[in-house]
């Protein structure tokens, strides 16, 4: 799948990743090879909210990362689900970026 989603500077890759604990989001420009903007359960803000990698995790995720991507001026990316289905978290982190602004 990632061979043929590539991100660039005015489209980047919207890239999730799921682990046990925690929920990844970042908007990579791959052809410099950095990372435009990212946001996690682990932020210091996000922890002190207790926010877990559940649905409603995956929704809060999804929704700043959009608020960020359209304060940077993006409004189109590329959606990577890096291997996951399409289904529960990242599904609704998608959704999320959606509501925010963001379009796949």
């Given amino acids: 799948m990632r061979r043929k ?3 660039t500077a005015e489209v980047p890759r919207f890239c ?3 682990s046990g604990r925690h929920i990844y989001a970042q908007l990579i ?3 410099v090879g950095h990372t435009l903007t990212a946001q996690s359960t682990m932020d210091p803000a996000l922890r ?3 926010v877990r990698a559940n649905v409603k995790g995956a ?3 999804g929704k700043l990362a959009g608020e960020k991507a359209v304060a940077l001026g993006l ?3 590329v959606f990577d ?3 996951f289905r399409y289904h529960g978290r990242i599904g609704s982190v998608a959704d999320a970026a959606r509501k925010a602004g963001l379009t796949f």
């Fill in 5 to 7: 989603i590539v991100g």
């Fill in 16 to 18: 999730v990743y799921i």
């Fill in 29 to 31: 420009d791959d052809q």
């Fill in 48 to 50: 002190k909210k207790k």
């Fill in 59 to 61: 929704e809060l995720i």
């Fill in 75 to 77: 409004k189109k990316v």
């Fill in 81 to 83: 689900r890096a291997g």
